[in-house]
């Protein structure tokens, strides 16, 4: 049978529409994902979920970073953030970000900080 | 037989879970195409390297106008990263940044928040990390120089090597082999002395 092929799982700027209901990215607090900050879900997923929303809360029951994630949806960063801050909006998962390279005063990292990471690479 | 995640009791029950209460900190991979940066993240990491990409579509028509791609077509651009459990609260996430850097500005953020960066650096091809090496310096972003050692690379002095990519003499520089894990885990040591170095530095006498 021939006919204009279309691809049986639907993959691509298509179904990242469906996904998303055809948002391009997040928009709020949650615009400022990064790419390890840590999911954690507040809880099991609730009946009725959109899938891969019930994926994230399912996998984030440990921590689980937004890069990790992403590689184990095989979702895009700008697409997976738009779930993420639908889960966030509606109190389902937690985001833990990065700690930040420098304090509000401009300093560098805390030296504790540094120091803890230093052991832990000693330990390697 | 080996019960994983039975016999470390501080250790989450499934097998590269991250404790409850863990935080994290990135630190990124940069440099060319070619130096390393993938081999690196592979030789320290704690779990298998993974990807993560990130798709530019029409919302950035001006720069697909730029680098001669038609407008809304789809480009993706890719990040590999691993991890290293530090302790039981803290993961370290390591980003080998696109080979092509003309990408990076792609990544909101991707810097940002980072507590810094090692730029590998091939010495048969000490052009192919000038942009980087920029980019770091532009960002802000405190480095160290991992000189990755090639098995046909000649020997460099290191200020030979400092002359040619122009870096201060603060900056260090630190020969490795990105495939050995130690040697990989020296650098990333070499830059958080460098940090705490940077650090103790700008802290000001009250």
Known sequence: MSGPKRPADPSGLERYYVLTGGRSGPAGPAAGLDVATLIVSRGAPAPGMQHEHEEIVRRCRDPLSVAELGAHLGLPFNILAVLVTDLLAAGRVDARDPIPASSVSGRGPDLALLEEVLSGLERL | ?206
């Not at chain 2, 000649?154 to 003499?169: F, G, M, S, T, Y």
């Not at chain 2, 020969?175 to 830059?191: E, M, Y």
């Open chain 2, 1 to 206: 037989m080996v019960l994983k995640g039975f016999d470390r009791p501080d250790q989450p029950a499934i097998p590269g879970a991250l404790p409850a209460e863990s935080r994290s900190v990135k630190v990124m991979i940069a440099g060319g195409f070619g130096t390393g940066k993938t081999t690196m993240v592979r030789s320290v990491s704690d779990i298998r390297p993974l990807t993560t990409e990130e798709t530019l579509t029409q919302a950035s028509a001006d720069v697909d106008h730029l680098i001669g791609i038609a407008d809304k077509q789809e480009t993706t651009v890719s990040l590999d990263f691993g991890r290293i459990g530090i302790n039981d609260q803290l993961v370290l996430y390591l980003f080998g940044t696109p080979g092509q850097e003309r990408f990076w500005f792609l990544w909101n953020g991707l810097f940002k928040g980072a507590l810094g960066a090692v730029v590998l650096v091939d010495t048969r091809r000490l052009a192919s990390s000038f942009r980087a090496i920029e980019e770091m310096e532009r960002q802000n972003v405190p480095f160290v120089i991992g000189l990755n050692v090639f098995p046909d690379s000649k020997e460099h002095p290191i200020d030979e090597v400092r002359d040619a990519l122009d870096v201060p003499q603060h900056t260090p520089i630190i020969t490795c082999d990105a495939r050995d894990r130690k040697s990989s885990r020296d650098v990333l040591i070499a830059l958080i002395h460098h940090l705490k170095d940077r650090s103790a530095a700008t802290l000001e006498p009250r």
